[in-house]
């Protein structure tokens, strides 16, 4: 699932950030761009409630957080 996060104006990301339930799933540096776009592997968690959160810290050292919930329901065949 590709997550997208767009920032209205100001500083370059210079890192992000990708958590699901606390851990840390996937790290970028030094994207230097104004949309950032991490990629994320439900089929490597279990179905049910997740918490998302992405952070990004810009050029200027600041730190942006978003935090959400969703819900994984990956289509698995069963054998």
């Known amino acids: 699932v590709p997550l ?3 920032l209205s104006n100001g500083p370059k990301i ?13 790290e970028l540096t ?31 050292n600041l730190t942006s957080t978003l935090t959400t919930s969703f819900i994984i329901q990956n289509n698995r065949l069963s054998r």
């Open 30 to 60: 030094a994207q230097k761009t104004e949309k950032l776009t991490i990629y994320w592997d439900t089929t490597k968690h279990s179905d049910g409630k997740h918490d998302l959160i992405i952070s990004a810290i810009d050029d200027r």
């Open 4 to 6: 997208v996060t767009t």
């Open 14 to 26: 210079v890192k992000a950030q990708l958590l699901i339930d606390s851990q840390k799933v996937q």
